[in-house]
């Protein structure tokens, strides 16, 4: 008898095809007219920095959000930066933070000459584990950084809690999750300041670098435009010691044009992420193969679909499916914990046992809005496959 698990996606969907893990000129080449008519204005303008594109986007994201201000910058990095700036961290701070999440994180601490203080995560859902956090809060935590990873916000509630009662002000990084959601508010208006990255591959990409930071807070808005600015204000007087980290407008004219159509795309891959999660779910694979999970009251916007794959055979597995040209990449292999610029924090393997867990197991798979239905099956079906060989070898082992 066949005990392997069954997909259910028809067989027209190729094995031999293949599924890139991100394909940005599908998007961008609906929008090549949208786009160009764009480009061309701001070229007509001659108003490359700080032009009107920047300030019409700076206010259409600031409405996106639910917040009362934006201001770009260059870089989800630098919105980081900016924002640690903003609050005055620097020396003899420390700054709580995850140690699974993209090394931006912490380097901006670390520019600063603050302290990054590492945290675990939930296995769950990847983010902040608010226990972990009050743990680690002392009377030089400067500011706490939840990490809304892979699309999904972090437990904000508990956060604020924590925020509120300790005096310290939350700087969220939103650079996976704009769109979402955490009961009813959107990302970048949970906390003191939210940050964004626009980097290509993000669900709200451009055609390069580019950040912007959220806020109420006027004052704090106002310190952001000085310090992205070299900290001139008006021009050549610095009462500040700022950095260059400007949005240009050609940028924020694509971005604008990106953003009407981002809720399109974001249902897209909410679809493509029920499909996972139904498909999965079917092949009764729980014990190998690990699924995200969205807690009620959360609006994921699956920047990536990031499964644990257990029992050491993550590797076997994504060579599995290179070998199928289907795509798939691991974010991230190292906690930053564990990174070697960090190693005069001290920090040792196992001291944050579900960062370190999650870096040998995670794996995320394609998705995207126009990721086709025939792609997404035959990623379904060499899960099945793959899976299916070695719940059918347990089984001849145990029976032998």
């Not at 986007?57 to 700036?85: I, N, P, Q, W």
């Not at 690990?290 to 699956?302: A, D, E, K």
Request: include cysteine; hydrophobic fraction near 40%; charged fraction near 20%.
């Amino acid at each position: 008898m066949d005990t392997r698990p069954k997909s259910t996606v028809p067989e027209t969907a190729a094995a031999s095809s293949a599924v890139p893990m991100l394909d940005v000129n599908r998007q961008n080449q609906q929008l090549r007219d949208q786009i160009g008519a764009a480009i061309d204005e701001v070229c007509q303008s001659g108003a490359f920095v700080h032009g009107p594109a920047c300030q019409e986007f700076e206010a259409a994201m600031a409405a996106y959000c639910g917040t009362k201000h934006a201001v770009g910058c260059a870089s989800g990095s630098d919105a980081l930066l900016l924002a640690l700036m903003a609050l005055g961290v620097g020396p003899g701070d420390e700054v709580v933070l995850p140690s699974f999440t993209f090394f931006a994180t912490a380097g901006a601490v670390w520019r600063l000459g603050a302290k990054p203080v590492f945290a675990d995560i939930l296995p769950d859902t990847f983010n902040l584990d608010p226990a972990e956090v009050e743990r680690k809060i002392s009377g030089s935590t400067k500011a706490i950084i939840p990490v809304h990873l892979f699309g999904q916000c972090c437990d904000m509630n508990r956060l604020g809690e924590l925020a509120q009662a300790n005096g310290i002000p939350l700087i969220e990084d939103a650079a996976q999750a704009i769109g979402a959601e955490f009961e009813g508010k959107r990302a970048g208006s949970l906390g003191k300041l939210g940050c964004f990255s626009f980097y290509p591959t993000k669900n709200l990409g451009g055609f390069g670098d580019g950040g912007i930071i959220t806020t109420d807070d006027e004052e704090v808005a106002d310190s952001l435009r000085v310090l992205r600015d070299h900290g001139q204000q008006p021009r050549y007087h610095h009462a500040l010691v700022g950095i260059n980290s400007r949005l240009d407008s050609l940028q924020a004219a694509v971005l604008s044009v990106k953003l009407s159509k981002l809720e399109e795309w974001t249902a897209g891959r909410q679809r493509h992420a029920a499909k996972y999660a139904t498909e999965f779910a079917d092949l009764k694979l729980a014990a190998q193969l690990v699924t995200p999970t969205v807690p009620v009251g959360y609006r994921s916007v699956w920047n990536q679909y990031t499964v644990r794959v257990r029992d050491g055979r993550r590797g076997e597995f994504q060579r599995y499916l290179a070998g199928r040209q289907i795509g798939s990449a691991v974010y991230y292999p190292i906690p930053l914990h564990m990174q070697k610029c960090f190693a005069e924090l001290g920090a040792k393997r196992g001291s944050l046992p579900v960062s370190e867990q999650a870096a040998e197991e995670v794996l995320s798979l394609p998705i995207y809005a126009e990721m086709t239905v025939a792609e997404q099956d035959c990623v379904i079906r060499a899960v099945a496959e793959f899976f299916g060989a070695e719940a059918a070898r347990d089984t001849k082992q145990l029976a032998a």
